[in-house]
Nanobody
């Protein structure tokens, strides 16, 4: 069973920055896509950002220009740099990994809280 271990969440003031990391129990090269989703109370889970094995990235409209997803191949991690954070970014952030013909894998979630 693949494990995705997230770290880096916390409390930050509006306008601040946080960096989330996701470390899978297998090589990141074994996944077609890795990314981050978030879920705020009373809302559906939504895509924040994803990165393909080839390095192509995709972002949710609300985070474009503020968040950056990247892979650190040497550390076998996927990171999400979040800048200019807003209170509406407050949510539980989940790491996601997708492999062809398999159900997606999910991390346990890490809380991000942005105070106004």
């Amino acid at each position: 069973q693949v494990q995705l271990v997230e770290s880096g969440g916390g409390l930050v003031q509006a306008g601040g920055s946080l960096r989330l990391s996701c470390a899978p129990s297998e090589s990141i090269f074994r996944f077609n896509f890795m990314g981050w989703y978030r879920q705020a109370p009373g809302k559906q889970r939504e895509l924040v950002a994803s990165i393909s094995s080839g390095g192509s990235t995709n972002y949710g409209d609300s985070v474009k220009g503020r968040f950056t997803i990247s892979r650190d191949n040497a550390k076998n991690t996927v990171c999400l740099q979040m800048n200019s954070l807003k209170p509406e970014d407050t949510a539980v952030y989940y790491c996601n990994a997708v492999r062809t013909f398999r159900e997606p894998y999910w991390g346990q979630g890490t809380q991000v809280t942005v105070s106004s």
